[in-house]
């Protein structure tokens, strides 16, 4: 087993050719920079983690050379007096760069500006510019196309590099990372028969394990055999056979819907949440009461939707059902009187039993859901 791996490296270096860059993949790194919470480090690698899919550059290889570090350079941070509640506004730089974590070469950088806010903390306000970044982003897509190109490049044009850098990696016993910092060598670039031969290196090092061979055990002096009684012969009872039990699988339970309301003058109630495979989209119903503020014109809208596997959905709209309306500005929300809005998300080409996180705004409040369970018709 240990060996197929290096296998696995030679099969993929031979068949690199004019695909080389295509086979070049990428991991997340995880942020450094001092500032954030825990929380916000683990959605930023996550959000670069979907980018990486998105564009199908991500790999499950553990010792993968090519790192895409992100870094999130906070600038100037405001506080504005909301209608109902004060907003915290950070802006800021989101940079991704490319680079190879066994040498440290650095390939492409991509860096563009963002922005976010919230009725709360500044923590808040930064969780939501992180959501705001869009995985789609053109940008992104070119930061690719251009690291894979110049990762083929540095490649085709620095093989005694290249070459010397695998003997240190072999030399200190990490042969799986040297086979993985030479899976992408492109078989036009001259040393390519020499990083064939230092592949197979690399298996033949790999220790292997020998069977043991049990030692036989030592012989006991044969004794005469007793002469066989003779038994009398059973009679035989009718066999019956009982119908196999089927287990069924249970199914995992889906986690707990949490709903939070930053503001305490609006109350929120999800009417329903039901999902359509033919539109593939997903309509949720809700009503929003305002307890506080006597006839309050507001702006509604859905702001975010994301599901289990991590896709962003940014496509909303609202629907003229039910007696709602479908008006985004200008809602009249009088006091204590309750406002029914249905919201679309489209685009949903995959059935998914929950949405992990929805987010929506009345003016500066946020209503935000956790596990919002999708009934598919």
């Known amino acids: 087993m240990k060996k197929n791996r290096f296998l696995w490296a030679l099969l993929l270096l031979v068949s690199l050719g004019a695909a080389a860059q295509d086979n070049i993949h990428f991991v997340a790194g995880t942020p450094t920079q001092k500032g954030l919470s825990q929380k916000n480090m683990d959605a930023l690698k996550l959000k670069v983690e979907q980018i990486i899919a998105r564009n199908n550059a991500g790999t499950a290889s553990l010792y993968n050379a090519f790192v895409i570090q992100p870094e999130l350079v906070l600038g100037e941070t405001k506080k504005t007096e909301g209608l109902l509640r004060d907003v915290t506004l950070v802006t800021g730089e989101f940079s991704l760069t490319a680079r190879n974590k066994y040498d440290d070469s650095v390939y492409g950088t991509a860096v ?6 919230a009725t709360g903390s500044k923590d808040d306000a930064i969780a939501s510019l992180i959501s705001g970044i869009k995985v789609t982003d053109p940008a992104f897509v070119r930061f690719i196309r251009t690291t894979r190109k110049r990762i ?8 005694p590099v290249i070459i010397k850098k695998a ?8 042969l799986n990372e040297a086979a993985d910092y030479l899976s992408i060598v492109p078989e036009t670039v001259p040393c390519y028969d020499e990083v064939l031969g230092i592949l197979q290196k690399i298996g033949k090092r790999e220790p292997q394990e020998s069977p043991v061979t049990p030692e036989p055990a030592p012989e006991e002096p044969a004794s005469p055999e007793p002469a066989p009684e003779v038994q009398p012969t059973p009679v035989a009872e009718p066999v019956t056979f009982s119908e196999p039990v089927v287990v069924q ?28 495979e033919t539109a593939e989209s997903i309509r949720v119903y809700a009503r929003f009461t305002n307890t506080g503020v006597t006839n309050n014109s507001a702006t509604i ?5 994301i599901d289990p596997d991590g896709a962003t959905f940014t496509n909303f709209s609202q629907i003229e059902t039910n007696g709602c ?7 009249k929300m009088p006091k204590g009187v309750r406002i029914g809005k249905v919201f679309e998300i489209k685009g949903v080409s995959t059935p998914c039993a929950t ?5 929506m705004t009345v003016d500066n409040c946020k209503v935000i859901i956790h596990n919002l369970p999708v009934d598919w018709k």
């Open 301 to 305: 809208r859905m702001t975010s939707a």
């Open 167 to 174: 003997e240190v990696l072999i030399d200190a016993g990490l």
């Open 112 to 117: 563009i500006e963002v922005q976010g806010d």
């Open 152 to 159: 083929a490049d540095f490649y085709q044009q620095n093989c």
């Open 355 to 359: 949405l992990s996180y929805v987010e």
């Open 249 to 276: 699988p249970e199914k995992s339970p889906l986690p707990e819907c949490k709903i939070s309301v930053s503001c305490n003058d609006l109350s929120f109630e999800l009417v329903s949440c039901e999902g359509n």
């Open 325 to 331: 309306t479908s008006w985004t500005y200008g809602n």
